[in-house]
């Protein structure tokens, strides 16, 4: 929570900080201060406190008139106003101003402290619930996509099924409509003229596009299972999952994508194990594997590399997953988004903006987290923390053995 | 040797249908699961490919069907909902096994039904020279 304290009393103003600070409500880097008004609004605009302690009677520009202004602004920061023996006028037309308390002067250590912790306290729990709203439309939003997606995976499964059933057909077929044309071409009177522009345009690129259909219809079907997914998130039930195990399956099913990437993996004991389920927990991993390896395209050959380690964190008493790569990072407009689903910087046929959504759901049902931060080398550090399942190795004594 | 495919969607119908006629599969084709029990009864296919969601009859009731009118027949469900949703149901009703539509590679199903038809025949032999023994025995 940052604060600005304006007082014009500048001893006044000094003690204010040193008890705030005594009472480590506040780091020293979020408390700021001002000697009038003017200067406090000045400071308001540029620091935007989120709590305002405010003397009334200042030069220049008085307390009263300098909330008026901020109150033009912003409703959010609190305020709380130090007021004098003869104030009651005043205070009263401040109300309207939703002023959080009124301390009188001359006030004492404890009452300060008191009201500032309580003004913090307000201010936390609006945080948290501001926090669980978003999380509440977010899963909102998660939930009706996965309904959708169950209510039209089968009314497009079955169109695509004969979109691309057809143009394998087609495929299969070109071989006798290769011979056919050769045919023709022999028996045709003038075949030492040599080929008809469109029959040498259909031999060429015949097979092409009858795969481009069928890569259409593929990519359709991709979607609509990981939507799927999404929807089905939360029926695979929570089980112990060996970390090394998981991360090998994902690396083999990856391998083939990963063939430019120089992969570097240390991996986890045998013992190491977290809270998940496997076949989910696999897809999670091969997500972020897959989303490393398309940020290294642009990294020239040999150059991109993929470094995966597992920690464990005792103080959370978790395992952290972590996947690090040298590629082009994430732009820092665009780091708090990658989670919301659709979200894709991939070409429109790379991606369906779904993969770390989802990665996300699960990771947070089995009591996780997931996140990202740049790393040194200018790419990015995926890191997934679940809780800890491991065997220790200490031998205890099961006292309740018969 | 022939086959009967079952699906409420007729271009599904008419492209598998045009897959297994090129391998030399003759197929039936019915739209529901009362045609399909009408054309099984005549035409005892060896080989039944069937949907699962359809107006009337299900997919997994229409197994049921199927294997009383000829429990030697091998059935084969496919499905469009991408989850295992009504298969569970389809397989204890004698479904051999499934397929999630639209189908990886087609062939492989062709492939899968020719290998049926060919383990559907071989019982036959053996159902026959079982019945030739029976009889010897029986003179």
Sequence with gaps: MRVLIVDDESELRELIVEYLLEESLFDSNQVRTAADGEEGFAIFQEFQPQLIVTDILMPRMTGPEMIEKIREWSSEPEIIVMTGHDDIDTVVSLFKYRVFEFIRKPFNYEELTQVVKRCKKNFDLQQENELYKKQLIEAEK?????????????????????VKGNFELLIRLWPTIQKLINDCRVTSPNGDQGPDSQVLFLSENFEKICKAGINGADRISRIVSSLLNLSRSGSHTQEVVNIANALTESIELTRFKAKNVRLEVQFPEERTSAQGNKQDLVQVFMNLIINAVDALESVPNEGAHLKIWVEFDPMRNAQRIWFEDNGHGIPENL???VFEPFFTTKEVSAGTGLGLSIAKSHIEKWGGRIGHQPSKNGGTGFWIELPDASERKEVYVDTHRR | MSILIVDDEKEILENLRRHFELEGI???????GDEAIRIQREKLCPVVLTDIRMPGMSGSDL??????IHPTCIVFAMTGYGTLMGMVECLGNGAADYFFKPFEHTSEIVSQVKEALLRNQRWMKELKSLQIDKNQQNQ
């Design chain 1, 335 to 337: 780091r708090e988004r």
């Design chain 1, 142 to 162: 998660m939930s009706s996509i996965g309904l959708l997606a169950a209510g039209v995976a089968h009314e497009i499964n079955n169109p695509n099924t004969f």
């Design chain 2, 26 to 32: 003759k197929v039936h084709i019915a739209g529901n």
């Design chain 2, 63 to 68: 197994v049921l069907e199927i294997k009383k």
